[in-house]
């Protein structure tokens, strides 16, 4: 099946802003059958598979998601290679996709948003495609350690109200955590260069050093906001952006081995990560956008809740998390989300492209939206099918 012979639908209209009964917030603590979960995956998958270019469904978008090496992108084709393993259809897409492409990584030599993409092809690497599918990804990290960048983590702007800085040729900001090191660590497994474990090791610690607030037991998205308070004096943790370290955590401990030294660390982080965001999720399952303003009336929002589900689920599965304590938080969290799909398909609620939080709507979609669902969705189905043998 072509990818660009999908279907298009139409945008999803909006509606209002998901709610659940009190009662079925106490009450519910049952996990979902593993097929009933797959196929609300399923059709969040195939909504933005026939969508992929209807640039109309997200108007608000940046040009550069029509890249699919972009990380825009890139998030939902990752994600869609956990679902092959459920649903063999899907890994033609991914063979495809990766043909057309030519296995390439994006334009910038250093930049991590433009490293994320090489996760599909090392997944196409090992299901069939064979070390071509690797060999741009190897060229790509080999110049970076050949090159290494060494400038500091201080985000500057590179222009007045810029949203970039010199300082994103390294990890200065909290979502490179999910876009580069899992993916270094898996190229590391799958080569077996270990230069590439090494180096992903030096730099998240630098990075975690630098933006891990060790109070909060939270990520600040980058130095800018170190000192931003909101009005009621809370410090600002954006939820998407510690949803994407705590799923690049989770990616990185999937893909490093058993008895590698290292894994106490990152189990230790996503431990006190998971114990202070399970303090923080709202009674209707989904986490603020400011994850310490749980003030009634915050918005929905589903890529950070979605984040969060698949790193609970994932969690509590890998034996590093309480079931008893974290499992009914990863079911409010899989509720609200499926909450969040409009009647076509579309999952709503996503916060668009930014670095901090901001307003959200029902029909505010994004392919990184999906691909958190995506991963969430197959994290509830692994453990749910582990519960129901």
Known sequence: MSLILLALAGAAPATAVPTVSPAAVETRAQLPRP????????????????????????????????????????????????????DARYAPLLMELGREQAWKLGDNPF?????????????????????????????????????????????????????????????????????????????????????????????????????????????FRDSRFFDTRDAKGRKQFWSRGNGWVMAGIVRMLDAM???????????????????????????????????????PGTPPESSGTAFYTYAFAWGIDAGLLDRATYQPAAIRGWDAIVRAVQPDGMLGWVQQVGDRPDSVSAKETQFYGAGAFLLAGTAMADLARKESN
Request: glycine share 4%; net charge neutral.
């Open 111 to 219: 930049h991590a948003d433009d490293q994320l993409i090489a996760q599909a092809w090392i997944w196409a690497a090992r299901n069939g495609a064979g070390r071509a599918a690797l060999a741009p990804s190897v060229a790509y990290f080999d110049h970076v350690l050949a090159n290494r960048p060494t400038g500091n983590l201080e985000f500057i702007p590179g222009a007045p109200g810029a949203g970039w800085s010199k300082c994103t040729d390294r990890w200065c900001w909290c979502d490179a955590l999910f876009m580069a090191p899992p993916t270094l660590l898996q190229l590391a497994r799958q080569t077996g260069d270990q230069r590439y474990a090494e180096f992903a090791h030096e730099e998240f610690k630098a990075t975690t050093d630098y933006l891990y607030d060790p109070v909060e037991k939270l990520y």
């Open 257 to 295: 081995p058993r008895k590698d030294p290292k894994r106490a660390y990152y189990e230790g982080l996503f431990r006190d990560m998971a114990a202070r965001l399970l303090t923080l999720q709202k009674p209707d399952g989904y986490w603020s956008p400011s994850l310490l303003d749980t003030d």
């Open 35 to 86: 097929d009933a979960i797959l196929a609300q995956v399923r059709r969040v998958a195939d909504w933005q598979l026939a969508n992929r270019t209807n640039w109309a469904t997200m108007p608000a978008a940046r040009k550069s998601v029509q890249n699919p090496r972009d990380w825009q992108q890139a998030t939902f084709w990752i994600a869609l290679t956990e679902l092959a393993k459920y």
